[in-house]
Nanobody, 123 residues
């Protein structure tokens, strides 16, 4: 499956952005879909994940209550709604897909990645 993100940009503190990830080559309903981010000088971190087939949503503690992951299977698209943005949310955001299976932890096993979309939050 190929993934293409969009929707990033520059926003002020407290603002909102909605990231989109359009998939091609396979249907995303088969996959657990995730959003990750990498800030300058930091390790990549998992932000949100959504299990296949309408399963559970999971969020990093740093974004709980502010970010929401969702999918539109008809459009083969995953979204990340980001509200109440903070400067520490500034990062390159990546969409990723994980095939069905058993994995040792929440953020493991993603093997399809998009190119990323930049989010910059300024005060």
């Amino acid at each position: 499956v190929q993934l293409v993100e969009s929707g990033g940009g520059s926003v002020q503190v407290g603002g909102s952005l909605r990231l989109s990830c359009v998939a091609s080559g396979d249907t995303i309903s088969r996959y657990c879909m995730g959003w990750f981010r990498r800030a300058p000088g930091k390790e990549r971190e998992g932000v949100a994940s959504l299990e296949a087939g309408g399963g559970g949503e999971y969020y990093a503690d740093s974004v709980k209550g502010r970010f929401t992951i969702s999918r539109d299977n008809g459009k083969n698209t995953v979204f990340l709604q980001m509200n109440s943005l903070k400067p520490e949310d500034t990062a390159m955001y990546y969409c990723a897909a994980r095939p069905p299976g058993t994995y040792p932890h929440l953020w493991f096993g993603y093997d399809h990645w998009g190119q990323g979309t930049q989010v910059t939050v300024s005060s």
